[in-house]
């Protein structure tokens, strides 16, 4: 089970980290991911990382987010700098396990004014 936090209303250029908390050990999660949905849109990769640490990025979010997992902990993280209006969508964390069974959390609303 995966719960996100951390979502909040923030202005233009602020900043957020969300949290994706597992409820066991995330050592057997081979890849986690950040989806975001906006309102009327598909949702959407925004980052990736593997258990080694390799991480991957949308284009959007590229050089502003910065994905990282701390195994010890059990979570997972996304701190978001630089944030726009088009950052405003409901943003949820992906597990997938080396048995390849595929786990979500319910997701965190980030909102950007303008």
């Known amino acids: 089970q995966l719960v996100e936090s951390g979502g909040d209303l923030v202005q233009a250029g602020g900043s957020l980290r969300l949290s994706c908390a597992a409820s066991?050990?995330?050592?057997?999660?081979?890849?986690m991911r950040w989806y975001r949905q906006a309102p009327g849109n598909q949702r959407e990769l925004v980052a990736v990382?593997?258990?080694?640490?390799?991480?991957n990025y949308a284009e959007s979010v590229k050089g502003r987010f910065t994905i990282s997992r701390d195994n010890a902990k059990n979570t997972l993280y996304l701190q978001m700098i630089s944030l726009n209006p088009e950052d405003t969508a409901v943003y949820y964390c992906?597990?997938?396990?080396?048995?390849?069974?595929?786990?979500w959390g319910q997701g965190t609303l980030v909102t950007v004014s303008s």
């Open positions: 992906n597990g997938r396990y080396f048995s390849n069974r595929e786990v």
């Open positions: 066991g050990s995330i050592f057997s999660i081979n890849v």
């Open positions: 990382i593997t258990l080694g640490g390799t991480t």
